[in-house]
């Protein structure tokens, strides 16, 4: 094996030590990529991937715009809500979350209980950019949804900020924001568990 592939393996290892099995839960605007990095992600650790709209559109047997269309938002927010509580429950998961999903302080707390989360963050013009290309999401179905995008950017971000971590993703590949996570996460988590194996020492 040459020496990066060795030293790529070593952090991955230690991601997988420092996780504990606990889910990986992505978070973040529609159009941030959480779906293409999740699936990324999971390869690199060898776990499953599962995306929670996708989960809902099985289960409903529908779109998720249909499921707007015939059921309205709030319906939509109590399914999410279940279906996230119901797959934080797998160990070795990515999951990867619609984008109103850590608006709601339940699902934030069991996020916060079970799992650790990451915030991928990206700027309006990549956003909008890669929602114009699937232009279905029923939140962006007004006269102007770039700057429908922006109010909500505005209303979530104080919020997603509250994600264990934070990675800010620009037009590169998937695979450099999955990296840029594994990272991530083992600068966050190893001091705190050094920190917990400190204090169980005393
Ligand atoms: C939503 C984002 C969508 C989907 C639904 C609502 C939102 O998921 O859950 O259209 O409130 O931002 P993506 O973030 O995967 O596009």
């Known amino acids: ?34 779906s293409s990095v999740g699936r990324r992600l ?14 809902i559109e099985t289960a409903a047997g529908m779109s998720i715009s249909d499921f707007f269309a015939e059921h309205g938002e ?16 797998d160990e070795k998961t990515v999951l990867a979350t619609g ?15 079970e799992g650790f989360s990451v915030w ?8 909008f950019a890669r929602v114009s290309r699937r232009p279905t999401r029923p ?22 900020a509250l994600a264990d971590l934070t990675v800010t993703s620009k037009d590169v590949p998937h695979d450099v924001v999955a990296d840029a996570i ?5 600068e966050h988590l190893e001091p705190l568990q050094t920190e917990e194996a400190a204090a169980n020492d005393k």
């Not at 099995?21 to 973040?28: E, N, S």
């Not at 594994?182 to 083992?186: A, E, R």
């Open 182 to 186: 594994i990272d991530g996460l083992i």
């Open 42 to 55: 999971a390869t690199k650790l060898g776990w499953n991937f599962v995306d929670s709209d996708t989960e």
């Open 99 to 113: 984008g109103g999903a850590f608006m709601s302080e339940a699902t934030r707390d069991l996020i916060r209980q």
């Open 139 to 160: 939140l962006l179905q007004t006269p102007n949804p770039k700057e429908t995008l922006k109010q909500l950017m505005d209303a979530r971000y104080p919020t997603y």
């Open 74 to 89: 709030e319906e939509f927010r109590s399914g999410e809500a279940r279906v996230i509580a119901r797959l934080l429950r």
């Open 1 to 34: 094996m040459s020496r990066a592939k060795s030293k790529t393996r070593s952090r991955i290892e230690q991601a997988l030590r420092l996780l504990q099995h606990r889910p990986i839960v992505l978070i973040g605007m529609m159009g941030a990529g959480k």
């Open 120 to 127: 991928i963050n990206a700027d309006i013009d990549l956003l």
